[in-house]
């Protein structure tokens, strides 16, 4: 069955940056949309970044904009987050995802397959 494992968080302080890694096993990689959605406790899971499969495109929401950059190894079968200046608010369990053959969706229930999560603390 496919799987995805995220991994590369951790407790960090305010302006640092952190890579988040999601390594993903028994699926076509290179056809499946990734996306990086991120929970906080008491809310919503929440849109991070999205990469599309066909042309590596990417999307961010504004909140992260500018900050977060999504990336693919398509040899490697890894996503990574690369995410700089953290704030507080930035706090939360990290999960990648992955929706095959189509464009990125901002709504968590279009995707097929969910990593575990990895837990992102960043302090003040």
């Known amino acids: 069955q496919v799987q995805l494992a995220e991994s590369g968080g951790g407790l960090v302080q305010a302006g640092v940056s952190l890579r988040l890694s999601c390594s993903a096993s028994r699926l076509t990689f290179s056809s499946y949309c990734m996306a990086w959605f991120r929970q906080a406790p008491g809310k919503e899971r929440e849109f991070v970044a999205a990469?599309?499969?066909?042309?590596?495109?990417?999307y961010y929401p504004d909140s992260v904009k500018g900050r977060f950059t999504i990336s693919r190894d398509n040899a490697k079968n890894t996503v990574y987050l690369q995410m700089n200046s953290l704030k507080p608010e930035d706090t939360a369990v990290y999960y990648c995802a992955a929706k095959g053959r189509s464009t990125y969706y901002t709504d968590p229930r279009w995707y097929e397959y969910w990593g575990q999560g990895t837990q992102v603390t960043v302090s003040s």
């Open positions: 990469i599309n499969w066909s042309d590596g495109n990417t």
